[in-house]
């Protein structure tokens, strides 16, 4: 049974730094595909990073430059680093994995979700 688990969430201040883990276990494909999703209050699931199978990445317009993604392929792990954190970086993280080539942006085309960890940023 394939399972995602997040850690490393927490309440910071603006312009702190926080980073997240995600380990994944029971995938049987190599070819996996990790994103990070992020959901505050009353709004909808949204795309934060997205590291590709080609270890390509693609981020949000709203964390370029701030937050980082990488993968460990040895041990199944994605890491989203998030530096200069603002307000509204504020919600739940969510880590998403998918057998896919390339990450999709939509999280309705994931299978595959750990429990959330949640971020709070302070002003």
């Known amino acids: 049974q394939a399972q995602l688990v997040e850690s490393g969430g927490g309440s910071v201040q603006t312009g702190g730094s926080l980073r997240l883990s995600c380990a994944a276990s029971g995938f049987t494909s190599r070819r996996i595909c990790m994103g990070w999703f992020r959901q505050a209050p009353g709004k909808e699931r949204e795309a934060v990073a997205l590291i590709h199978s080609t270890e390509e990445t693609t981020y949000a317009d709203s964390v370029k430059g701030r937050f980082t993604i990488s993968k460990d392929n040895a041990k199944y792990t994605s890491y989203l680093q998030m530096n200069s954190l603002k307000p509204e970086d504020t919600g739940m993280y969510f880590c998403?994995?998918?057998?896919?080539?390339?990450?999709?942006?939509?999280?309705?085309?994931?299978?595959?979700w750990g429990q959330g960890t949640q971020v709070t940023v302070s002003s």
């Open positions: 998403a994995a998918q057998g896919r080539l390339y990450c999709p942006f939509v999280a309705d085309n994931y299978d595959y």
